[in-house]
T-cell receptor
Framework: EAGVAQSPRYKIIEKRQSVAFWCNPI?????LYWYQQILGQGPKLLIQ????????DSQLPKDRFSAERLKGVDSTLKIQPAKLEDSAVYLC??????????FGQGTRLTVV | AQSVTQLGSHVSVSEGALVLLRCNYS??????LFWYVQYPNQGLQLLLK??????LVKGINGFEAEFKKSETSFHLTKPSAHMSDAAEYFC?????????????????FGQGTILTVHP
């Protein structure tokens, strides 16, 4: 079974630029998560999808972050414009059963 | 609302010694509890989970955890540490908003505990 695929693995951008991350979850997994993991901290949930719908986006900075899930499968997370404090690893995960999330390797974003 | 507190951001043990990583949770409804492990430059991997039933749960690589409702705790243990156990460990909590494991509550993580194993 293929795992959760994320791209790119690494990205370096200047502040005020825009960036997009892509995630392909495990086939058949209805729930998709995007987490932000700042160095030395636990993952913070940005947004959670159930199929096409948003379950929780309470911690998503909506003035600069946006996310969509296309046809209940792939998802993209966008930041525009980026700030220095957005430097982090962005993790995508999917699940079929409550809480049993399968994670991708993440995208390490550095904003300079 | 739900939250997780991991006591101790760093734990250091000798190879062969007992591993104990502490986790306390807060949840307004019966929780589902998880431990995940993260190796450098990798995503998180599920170690074990508690949903209902037996309060002592066993996971991969010899780890186990016990759900204690009265103490709101879910500590992770391993009788004998190996060098390969060195990693960061995260406790997490979720809820099943509807019965049957089909409704997905938010999955909330603690701050993590870095485990170092000395030879």
């Amino acid at each position: 079974e293929a795992g959760v695929a994320q791209s790119p693995r690494y990205k370096i951008i200047e502040k005020r630029q825009s960036v997009a991350f892509w995630c392909n979850p495990i086939s058949g997994h209805a729930t998709l998560y995007w987490y932000q993991q700042i160095l030395g901290q636990g993952p913070k949930l940005l947004i959670q999808f159930q199929n096409n719908g948003v379950v929780d986006d309470s911690q998503l900075p909506k003035d600069r972050f946006s996310a969509e899930r296309l046809k209940g499968v792939d998802s993209t997370l966008k930041i525009q414009p980026a700030k220095l404090e957005d430097s982090a690893v962005y993790l995508c995960a999917s699940s079929l059963i409550v809480g049993e999330a399968f994670f991708g390797q993440g995208t390490r974003l550095t904003v300079v | 609302a739900q939250s997780v507190t991991q006591l101790g951001s760093h734990v250091s043990v000798s190879e062969g010694a007992l591993v104990l990583l502490r986790c306390n949770y807060s949840s307004s409804v019966p929780p589902y509890l998880f431990w995940y492990v993260q190796y450098p430059n990798q995503g998180l991997q599920l170690l074990l989970k508690y949903t209902t039933g037996a309060t002592l749960v066993k996971g991969i690589n010899g780890f186990e955890a016990e759900f204690k409702k009265s103490e709101t705790s879910f500590h992770l243990t391993k009788p004998s540490a190996h060098m390969s156990d060195a990693a960061e460990y995260f406790c997490a909590v979720s809820v099943d908003a509807n019965a049957g494991g089909t409704s997905y509550g938010k999955l909330t993580f603690g701050q993590g505990t870095i485990l170092t194993v000395h030879p």
